[in-house]
């Protein structure tokens, strides 16, 4: 179960990833709190992340979706990846918005798991809603 | 119905909309081929394109299915965003990868229509299968 | 609004549609509860829906929940039907057991909605998870 | 592979899965062809199978789908169950008409497998699109 992972744990596991994630620092994310299983992050989203309809370009608001879903996987330390996801985009997007994504665990099996991410605004309008399904491909660590 | 446009029209509609597409072209997304309600698009994944577990983030291949997405339902030029997408990821992807994206119409109404994604690699492995459903926001120009 | 359409004129909607309901009457769905956008409903499982591996069909789980999502995007009295759903199942459910489908709205545009739909069994256990999108095909009644 | 599955074996699996689906047959469902991987079936709308807005229940075009899923999924006699799915309704249905569902496999890992179904009328219009995701839950039969 999530809850008997502690804390601290959690976010070693999220940061030794964070680490080397090079994309999610590429796009600006930021880490803004880990809990097991749950997970806070933001992106501000930059003029060179806009489409041709001059909104950010759907593609990045699931980046940062699926990177929160990947951190909230990944918080008991085993290696876990994204079998699966969808979004649905529900207001638009501009640039110098500031995106806060939250991944909350909706259920776990021994190796799948479903997430559910609400990305909000600055204003708090949730803009885009994102389920992902996780795959575990390694072992939990020995303790 | 698509096949009434004409695949220069098509082209042009989808040029204008890749040129102020920044998002797109910061990511490297090329576009390869263009019909009617059909798009082929590439990217080369950049080593900061990469995960924490040393692979594409998903997020970067989604943003190359949506892209060749957006790109299919804008060409007979009438403003047409995404509303909802779904992705499956079927093989890891690395840096230095070359993926190509294929779009193509399923099926569309009035205002709403599906559409398919289908992402390879370079070997032509199939790594990714993306269906997008997109909402016209404008009406059909004066032709 | 959802919350200015009265309780009474939801209800009233509802059993409308319940009551020319063919198939949720024949499947045994029962609806226990009504609020503006959102219903509650539920279906003992019988011996005849069960399939080959001896647990219910998959698709009498979804018409539950899809009925639910029906009755809980059409409480304001506006025609609307599911444009799409997805669904995740959870786990197993066997004859005799009874399910409780509870369906409330995630988000609303003019003409689109989102719903959500958790289905659980007689001990609480959740068994299934789906999302519908509605789309309007009527107009409001005039008040 | 799929491929090295007699054609006959398929028949085989798929039958005496059949025989045990007592919520197939209950909807009329019947199977038209079965190859490894691939399974086209057919149901009659029946009267009861109406909703309230006089059409046929959305579930029930769901559940046509996902029998058919289930066949092609078990095709090769491993236990295989659906773990998702998601459906998308291109047009209404009504009392009387013939239904057909084609499922074909999209893509398989040792467990995993992704099926697409299309379930068209009488006059060939595409009806709905489905897809599902499988996991097998037994290990292969000694051949």
Known sequence: MSESVSVERARQ????????????????????EVQPGHVRASMEVRPDMTNGHGICHGGLIFALADSTFAFACNTEGVPTVAAAASIDFLAPV????????????????????????????????????????SHRIGEAPAS
């Open 13 to 32: 596991a999220v940061q030794a990833l964070y680490d080397g994630d090079r994309a999610s620092r590429m796009l600006g994310i930021r880490i803004e």
């Open 94 to 133: 501009r640039a110098g918005d500031v995106l806060t994504a939250v991944a909350t665990e909706l259920w776990r099996s021994r190796r799948a798991g479903l997430f559910e991410v609400t990305v909000t605004n600055q204003e708090g309008t949730r803009v885009a809603l994102f389920r992902g399904r």
